[in-house]
């Protein structure tokens, strides 16, 4: 395969799926946690800030994760971000959003190990589409974490 070239199901993949700015908050949250229930789920590759946190918050997400690189300890966030939890079985998962204009709000319910759930989530749209500028979680915000 030459260097840069996708494999034509990935290809055809990428050429049915709408930009991302077109794709709503709802089908935004439900591409991250939709994979939580499966038993064999790993997790979402939060680390690949990009892909799922605004442009601020990703880089202070970043620069803690090399900076606790560096020093050889773990990074502030020391769990799954989407969960509230470094171990999970989830189920009953459910999603709600709000949108107005630029901005929304998601709701995420679910049961993980048996124990009700509920995240917030403060969506917003950048020029990536659909970005989490927070996450309002049972141990705390994201936000505040990166503010310690």
Do not use: C, H
């Not at 589409?129 to 974490?145: V, Y």
């Amino acid at each position: 395969m030459a260097f840069g070239a996708l494999p034509a199901q990935a290809w055809a993949q990428a050429q049915s799926e709408p930009p991302k700015d077109t794709v709503t908050p709802e089908a935004f949250l439900r591409g991250i946690y939709t994979p939580y229930p499966n038993q064999d789920f790993k997790g979402q590759p939060f680390w690949q800030v990009d892909r799922f946190f605004t442009p601020d918050l990703a880089r202070v997400i970043e620069a803690d994760m090399r900076e606790a690189k560096r020093r050889g300890e773990v990074p502030r966030l020391d769990g799954d971000p989407f969960v509230d939890a470094q171990d999970w079985d989830i189920a009953k998962l459910a999603i709600m959003v709000k949108a107005e204009g630029p901005k929304a709000v998601g709701l995420v319910s679910f049961e993980n190990q048996g124990k009700p759930t509920e995240i917030k989530l403060d969506l917003v749209r950048t020029g990536m589409g659909w970005r989490i500028a927070d996450i309002k979680a049972p141990s705390g915000t994201l936000s505040e974490l990166y503010k310690k």
